[in-house]
């Protein structure tokens, strides 16, 4: 498969086989993006989670930290 099949569009695709695609259908499928408080729930979830992972992190050094102490004394 080449690029430039994968980047046509779907008024390409419409012309392409002939059938009609008007704007409207078009500006009404764009109108269905999600709101912007889901995004920031989702990037919030993101923050997180990755707080989350850099205090594991930072544990898991520790713990590293400690044992090695503990085997060279």
Known sequence: MNFSECA???????????DAVSQIDTTEKLSEVPDAGSSLFALCGLGVAGIVMLGWICALAWVAWRLAGWLWF
């Open 8 to 18: 046509e569009t779907n008024e390409e695709q419409a012309a392409r086989q002939g």
